[in-house]
């Protein structure tokens, strides 16, 4: 407790008034580009991997970055969508998996977590991604199996976000961009999802050779039909 303390302190003697007229405008409104669902993990800041400021990002954690489609679930992860797709409007959904995750190593292994019954129902939501790794991966290295699911878990958190009806809604008109990203924290790197190829690409050569950003954003249907509203 005592470095949280301590860090409070220093954000409000340093960090806070090097920021204070940012913090002023953000004291009666935010308008977040973008929203982020990424993992709970303590290794996992999104805000410091995008370089991102207070109120540019509105992020959702939780075990495993998972999103449980809209018909099964209704808690806390699916209002913090409704509320940044159909309230704050933001432009991009982001989910974000990273290397070395818990929720991916428990999902390989259910029965690790047999006695922990909320993690392990919560982790249902990515057995889809499980069944789709053993069914169509041949791995010897359970490294590389873990790579492959967290990829996947990745994909079928993108599959269950579309179930959404404010995503949904607005994937039709072609005002919302969706994202798949893979942090590696070793190496701060990012591997994100491309629906056109099938498959991640590094971000870092996405950069370096100039190309343009993979997506994992369906076509727009109704765009000429009603417009892009949000």
């Given at each position: ?10 954000f409000r003697l340093e960090s ?215």
């Amino acid at each position: 407790m005592q470095r949280l303390i301590e860090g409070f302190n220093r954000f409000r003697l340093e960090s806070f008034p090097e920021k204070r007229e940012l913090f002023e405008k953000l004291s009666a409104k935010q308008t977040p580009h973008s929203m982020i669902i990424t993992c709970a993990d303590s290794r996992v800041v999104p805000e410091f991997f995008t370089s991102s400021e207070p109120g540019d990002v509105f992020v959702c954690r939780n075990v495993g970055n998972i999103v449980p489609p809209y018909a099964q679930f209704t808690g806390g992860v699916s209002a913090a969508i409704e509320y940044a797709v159909a309230v704050l409007g933001v432009a991009n959904v982001v989910v974000c998996g990273h290397t070395d995750c818990g929720a991916m190593k428990a999902t390989m292994t259910p029965e690790s977590v047999d006695k922990l019954p909320a993690v392990s129902a919560w982790l249902r939501h990515a057995h889809v991604a499980k069944h789709v790794v053993d069914n169509n991966y041949s791995h010897e290295a359970s490294a590389d199996t873990l790579a492959s699911l967290t990829e996947e878990n990745v994909v079928a958190q993108l599959d269950h976000l579309r179930t959404h009806p404010s995503v949904a809604a607005r994937l039709a008109r072609g005002n919302l961009t969706l994202h798949g990203w893979v942090y590696d924290i070793e190496n701060g790197g990012i591997k994100a999802y491309c629906a056109q190829r099938g498959h991640f690409v590094s971000l870092s050569q996405v950069l370096e050779n100039g190309e343009s950003w993979p997506t994992a954003t369906p076509p727009a249907r109704l765009s000429g039909v009603l417009g892009n509203a949000a």
